[in-house]
């Protein structure tokens, strides 16, 4: 590992090389004829509009020695860190670009060939290593050959262009591989699969992921970030350095005879986490979605992300999609509703009867309190009370809990809501930002946000309305802790959660008082 970072350190830093730049529908990417690697890569966005994301920081890239796509062997060192000579052309809809590097010393010649399709986000990376000397050429050693690179990081760091959340939750950018058991990522400074083979490793970060698949699969896979030292010339990302994971992905050891040559071939997808686009992309890349959650909840956060494109599709409008799965999902649980309004009236109604007679109980063994606790266990036992006919009411709230969760998840990862103005919000994925407040308060933010205080009115007329059936309750304080309480806990969440669960907790007013007229007529 040591000579591992001292290697990825060692050589000049990429100065003012020739660049070209190559546009496509998806992809404008600037190459470097300094290696054939891009120095700045931008994904248009899939609806045609501003603005662009970048996958690589280019004051990032131009400041250390670390770049995508360079060719190094299994101690880190680079051996394409060589002005390229360039070739370009154009069938149809592809584009192929040929770096040609200089004969080494040594008398290895690396050649890079990347091929484009006009409307795809995957394209093909095809690096030829020939030998043009007159002695053997032993590129790696145990069995570790050439390495591809991947990184560093993916994008800018959040301290550099702060967009997720206000700032309050990071943008991770994780390593992420395939041993043949499905799609994993670890921390940036994890340790990397070890000896197993990789089937295809690259980068992730919320929306976004850059993936190499190799023809066979990788040996080895090796991770680091760069360092504080590293980044020091680049402002706004010295406490950030975590944002920037670097990856070597290395294929098997090459040994090149004088005028044998030797391909390592990879397809690479680059672009949003969107389904369609990863499942098109094949080799099972639609597993990245979601792959950090038990089975339940990811296939829960599937099968909801699927009904939210569909209602997309029909409304045109992914804020009234929203509002229609909210009414939707209120709909399916109706049933359950009604079942723990009517439990809860006959558990009021069961209690009223029993209160007389747990007093007297009380009274009769005054402090004995084995005694009492006998009393009241025979009580409840006499009126079919047991240990959950308190909390049959809570079912609707159990189930709601897991929507919630797999909703926020799916946001997390859903890169169609993200610049998607809604009524009076700017984003579905930043809070709704009614006005500003003038001031800054923790975790509630620099701002109003009316759909956190909407949510508030609701869950507190929900809360008098249940309570009013209990003589005494209605004026109780008890009944607005938990309104409150979790209104400061989602104030600062993305509008587009606080849209799903303030509309529901709407539905939920004349839900409930439709329920009550219902549930007092068990007929």
């Known amino acids: ?16 090389a020739e660049t070209t730049v190559l546009s496509t529908d998806v992809f404008e990417v600037t190459f470097s004829v300094d290696g054939g690697v891009p120095v700045r890569w931008s994904v248009v966005d899939a609806r045609g509009e501003p603005p662009v994301r970048e996958l690589l920081d280019p004051d990032v890239v131009s400041a250390v020695s670390f770049r995508p796509f360079s060719v190094v062997t299994d101690d880190g060192s680079s051996i394409d860190r060589r002005v390229h000579g360039l070739s370009r052309s154009r069938e149809g809809d592809r584009t192929t670009l040929v770096f040609t590097s200089p004969v080494a010393e040594s008398g290895l010649r690396i050649v890079k060939t990347y091929e484009f399709s006009r409307a795809s986000h995957v394209f093909s990376l095809r690096v ?12 790696g050693s145990d069995g570790t050959g050439p390495g591809i690179t991947v990184g560093p990081g993916l994008g800018y760091s959040q301290a550099r262009r702060p967009e997720l959340f206000e700032g309050i939750w990071a943008a991770a950018i994780r390593p992420l591989f395939d041993t043949g058991e499905g799609a994993f990522s670890v921390a940036p400074e994890a340790e990397a699969p070890g000896d197993r083979q990789v089937s295809w490793g690259g980068l992730h970060s919320p929306f976004f992921t850059a993936v190499v698949i190799p023809e ?36 098997e050891q090459r040994s090149l005879a004088p005028g044998e040559s030797a391909s390592l071939v990879y397809r690479i997808y680059a672009g949003p986490k969107d389904p369609a686009l990863l499942r098109e992309a094949g080799h099972d890349l639609e597993s990245i979605l979601f792959h950090h959650l038990w089975g339940w909840l990811a296939e829960l956060c599937r099968g909801m992300q699927f009904l939210l494109s569909a209602l997309n599709g029909i409304f045109g409008s992914w804020g009234l999609s929203i509002l229609a799965f909210a009414a939707l999902f209120r709909l399916v649980t109706l049933p359950l509703s009604l079942y723990g309004a009517r439990n809860q009236m006959h558990m009021q109604a069961v209690m009223a009867d029993l209160n007389p007679a747990i007093a007297a109980a009380k009274k009769e063994h005054g402090k004995d309190s084995a005694a009492l ?3 009241i266990v025979a009580l409840y036992r006499q009126h079919g009370v047991g240990p959950i006919s308190h909390f049959k009411g809570c079912l609707p709230l159990l189930v709601q809990l897991p929507v919630l969760i797999a909703f926020f998840q799916l946001l997390l990862s859903s890169n169609e809501l993200r610049n998607v103005s809604f009524l009076w919000i700017d984003d579905l994925m930043l809070a709704d930002r009614l006005f500003p407040l003038g001031i800054s308060l923790p975790w509630l933010g620099a701002h ?29 304080r008890a009944i607005y802790v938990l309104p409150v309480t979790m209104t400061i806990l989602f104030y600062p969440f993305p509008a587009g959660c606080m849209l799903f669960w303030t509309t529901g907790n709407v539905l939920q007013v004349f839900e409930q008082w439709w329920l009550c007229r219902i549930a007092e007529d068990p007929h």
């Open 373 to 375: 606790n006998d009393a």
């Open 128 to 139: 030829d290593l020939e030998n043009e000397g007159t002695e053997r050429i032993e590129i």
């Open 1 to 16: 590992m040591r000579l591992f970072l001292l290697a990825c350190l060692a050589g000049p830093v990429m100065g003012a």
């Open 448 to 476: 109003f946000n009316l759909l956190p205080v909407l949510m508030l009115g609701a869950q507190v007329l929900v809360a008098r309305s249940m309570s009013s059936r209990r003589p005494g309750a209605a004026s109780s």
């Open 216 to 251: 066979s699969a990788f040996t080895r896979a090796r991770i680091r970030s760069l360092t504080p030292d590293e980044l020091a010339g680049v402002p706004g990302v010295e406490a950030d350095a975590a944002s920037y994971p670097c990856l070597v992905l290395f294929n």
